[in-house]
């Protein structure tokens, strides 16, 4: 489980018969304190590699940007390669199964114009729409 920050926009491919997969990057901290002694220890931040697959994947596409803050629940990969100078590269990646977005919604939801929402609600206006505007 990780609650943090994306460091930078979702990095998204598509393969196969319409299947995709996103990688982010999630920046934890840990708050700094203070020793009964004085001795000050500064915040410390760890980045993590985190995967989606398939319809996960789609939702960060489109809703996860820069800046957002999410909960995650996964597991962790380890894995070791060499990389073209031959030096010997050990990788970290949460497979993430599950992911909550903990960042207001108003920075969750996609930009788009006045016009643009407008002929969506127009599109279908028997469809349900919930609270926060999204139909799931």
């Not at 820069?66 to 909960?71: A, H, I, Q, T």
């Not at 949460?94 to 207001?104: G, R, Y």
Request: net charge positive; charged share 20%; no cysteine.
């Amino acid at each position: 489980m990780l609650i943090g920050n994306v460091g930078q926009e979702p990095d998204v491919h598509y393969y196969g018969a319409d299947q995709a997969r996103a990688e982010v990057r999630l920046a934890t901290t840990e708050r700094g304190y203070k020793l009964p002694n004085g001795t000050e220890v500064p915040p410390r931040t760890e980045w993590h590699t985190l995967l989606f697959f398939g319809a996960m994947a789609k939702t960060v596409e489109h809703y996860v940007h820069k800046g957002d803050k999410l909960y995650v629940e996964g597991k962790i990969r380890y894995s070791v390669y060499n990389d073209k100078m031959g030096q010997r590269r050990n990788v970290t990646e949460i497979l993430v199964n599950a992911m909550e977005m903990l960042s207001p919604k108003s920075t969750q939801q996609p930009a788009s114009t006045p016009s643009a929402q407008q002929s969506n609600s127009t599109a279908n206006p028997s469809a349900p729409k919930k609270e926060n505007g999204l139909p799931f």
